[in-house]
């Protein structure tokens, strides 16, 4: 189930106030995919830490249902519970990082707080939120203020990207003015927002924010595999890393980095087999948190991208993505011969790959960078992005 690679040495665990997160890996929030199953699975495969999908924070210091929900934390995250908030108005991120912290309205204290500001989707950069927000750098500090302060000695960090596009670029400006206003760390995306998901993350911007500030940094952009990480941080000289996409369909990639970052040369190559158990964990993962019907359907999004690469039978395939119940799951994937994992797939992108795009904003927003008003209509009702 492993492959041997040269020896690598290791790299130290991420200190994030009072909270070590060994090794320095870190799921990264993805809507719909990063639920309290997926977490678990995750974890079980390797340690550090893994962030829950985005929460917004009009959403929960509004007491949304669903937002209520999607904010408690899964059996055994109480130790290293992390929660990703986005929020446009100062006040009403305090407001939710207090009700987090001091009232535990996810049933536990959390462990740290992340702040999202590299959302690229047109319908929040529209308004002036996510990757569109950095620009308005004073806006941009009075929100991490805001959060640092209301969360006590729960450690907040900052996830941004490189900018809005090439001529209006943000990042250096906000590493600063997150460290200065108390943040922990600061996980740099090495794309800017009208890139989108499209091309290659540019890690040259990563080492020049390792060389800007004093907090930590961690990178996050086109880590495939586990050398992709090991690479990552020697080139930039990064404390961490963060990983979104590539884990999809592949959650034993923690394993890797966790034996990686310990400085062992194995990687996990599982048979087809081996990969059916892990599928069939998390299908029931799902159902237990949600109930089998609708555990099975949301598990479907996630077949493809266990079966890439593996020589699967069209009606095999056909009937995965309309599975409903666990047994009929374990059935279709009995049909399924064994077979070697797919090498031709390892380094290869993962999820969306979204062309570039002019980024979409709110009229008048690149006038005044020290603007200190929230975007009017910014705020988001529905968590999860």
């Not at 890690?203 to 586990?226: K, M």
């Not at 002019?358 to 009229?363: I, N, R, T």
Request: aromatic share 6%.
């Amino acid at each position: 189930m492993t492959s041997t690679l040269e020896r690598t040495a290791a790299l130290p665990a991420l200190q994030l106030g009072g909270l070590t997160v060994d090794p320095a890996v870190v799921l990264a929030p993805m809507a719909g995919i990063t639920n309290p199953a997926f977490r678990t699975l995750c974890r079980e495969f390797g340690a550090g830490l893994y962030v829950c999908e985005m929460i917004t924070t009009r959403a929960l210091v509004e007491r949304n249902a669903k937002t209520l929900k999607m904010v408690q934390a899964a059996p055994g995250e109480a130790d290293a519970f992390s929660v990703q908030l986005y929020g446009v108005d100062p006040a009403t991120v305090g407001r939710a990082v207090e009700m987090l912290v001091d009232e535990q309205v996810a049933g536990t204290r959390p462990a740290h707080i992340d702040l999202n500001f590299g959302c690229p989707v047109p319908k929040v950069t529209r308004k002036g939120g996510g990757s569109a927000l950095p620009w308005r750098r004073r806006l941009f500090g009075n929100i991490v203020r805001a959060a640092v302060q209301a969360a006590g000695d729960v450690p907040v960090t900052v996830k941004t990207r490189v900018g809005i596009d090439a001529e209006h670029v943000t990042y250096l400006d906000a590493g600063r003015i997150a460290q200065d206003e108390g943040a922990a760390a600061i996980t740099l995306h090495g794309r800017t927002a009208d890139q989108l998901y499209s091309g290659t993350a540019d890690w040259s911007h990563i080492t020049r924010l390792v060389q800007t500030v004093d907090i930590p940094v961690l990178g996050n952009g086109d880590l495939w595999e586990a050398d992709d990480a090991l690479r990552m941080v020697a080139e930039t000289g990064c404390a961490g890393v963060v990983v979104g996409r590539g884990c999809l369909g592949r959650p034993w990639l923690f394993g890797d980095l966790a034996t990686a970052f310990a400085g062992s040369p194995h990687r996990t190559m599982p048979t087809f087999r081996q990969v059916a158990e892990v599928m069939h964990r998390h299908a029931t993962l799902l159902a237990a948190d949600q109930g089998e019907v609708h555990g099975c359907s949301d598990f479907r999004k996630h077949v493809a991208w266990y079966l890439k690469g593996f020589s699967v039978g069209s009606d095999v395939r056909r009937a995965l993505a309309m599975v409903s119940g666990l047994d009929e799951l374990a059935d279709l994937l009995d049909q399924i011969p064994d077979q070697p994992y797919p090498e031709g797939v390892l380094g290869a992108p993962r999820g969306r790959t979204t062309p570039p795009r002019p980024v979409a904003l709110p009229e008048g927003w690149l006038a005044d960078r020290d603007d200190p008003r929230p975007p009017a209509g910014a705020e988001l009702l529905v968590s999860g992005g």
